[in-house]
Nanobody, 125 residues
Framework: QVQLVESGGGLVQAGGSLRLSCAPSGRTFSNRAMGWFRQAPGKEREFVAAISWSGDSSLYADSVKGRLTISRDNAKNTVYLQMNNVKPEDTAVYYC??????????????????WGQGTQVTVSS
């Protein structure tokens, strides 16, 4: 069974940094774009960032540009989300996901077929 496992969440003060990791088990996603999404209490899941299969291209939500950085290491089969200068509004459960179509990059949530269980990020003010 394919699983995506997120790690690195926790409690951080506003202005601080955190790095999330996502490692799939059961298969490799080296030919798939990978994305990070988040869901705050009472809100819909929203796109945060995505990176192409090669790592050459990335997309970001306007709210996180310049603060969050997505990257991947295909040799380690791992995707990262570096979170700098975090804000209380970044508080959410963060999910890692793999795109359903090889070699395709998008920010469209339904395009992503494989999802992790999520990791909680809480930013205190």
């Amino acid at each position: 069974q394919v699983q995506l496992v997120e790690s690195g969440g926790g409690l951080v003060q506003a202005g601080g940094s955190l790095r999330l990791s996502c490692a799939p088990s059961g298969r490799t996603f080296s030919n798939r774009a990978m994305g990070w999404f988040r869901q705050a209490p009472g809100k819909e899941r929203e796109f945060v960032a995505a990176i192409s299969w090669s790592g050459d291209s990335s997309l970001y939500a306007d709210s996180v540009k310049g603060r969050l950085t997505i990257s991947r290491d295909n040799a380690k089969n791992t995707v990262y989300l570096q979170m700098n200068n975090v804000k209380p509004e970044d508080t959410a459960v963060y999910y890692c996901a793999a795109h359903g179509t090889p070699y395709t990059l998008s920010r469209f949530t339904p395009s992503y077929d494989y999802w992790g269980q999520g990791t909680q990020v809480t930013v205190s003010s």
